[in-house]
Nanobody, 127 residues
Framework: QVQLVESGGGLVQAGDSLRLSCAAS????????MGWFRQAPGKERESVAA??????????IYADSVKGRFTISRDNAKNTVSLQMNSLTPEDSAVYYC??????????????????WGKGTLVTVSS
């Protein structure tokens, strides 16, 4: 049974940093592309960042809204993927979800039949 478990969310102030982590189990982690998504109230779930599988070199891609502020990384030995978020703004407030898929196009630039989702972690940025 595949499980993706996010952690690290919380309440921070504008300008602060936060690091999200996602622990994966039940899948051949290094073979999967991984992504982070977010969904704010009343809005569609949007792709934030993705990182290609270990075999694909761990290439990273970002949504324009977070480029230069967020960094996605993975540790194939620990089966984890992280999202370092800097210079947070209230517009970054959302539930953040971890996702895994064998097809990168299913993760970025938008979700498209993603194979596995985590349950999400809430990030709230106060002004």
């Amino acid at each position: 049974q595949v499980q993706l478990v996010e952690s690290g969310g919380g309440l921070v102030q504008a300008g602060d940093s936060l690091r999200l982590s996602c622990a994966a189990s039940g899948l051949a982690f290094s073979r999967y592309h991984m992504g982070w998504f977010r969904q704010a109230p009343g809005k569609e779930r949007e792709s934030v960042a993705a990182i290609t599988s270990g075999a694909s070199g761990g290439r990273t891609i970002y949504a324009d809204s977070v480029k230069g502020r967020f960094t996605i990384s993975r540790d194939n030995a620990k089966n984890t993927v992280s999202l370092q978020m800097n210079s947070l703004t209230p517009e970054d407030s959302a539930v953040y979800y971890c996702a895994a898929d064998r097809a990168l196009v299913d993760l970025f630039p938008r979700h498209n039949g993603v194979s596995f989702w985590g349950k999400g972690t809430l990030v709230t940025v106060s002004s």
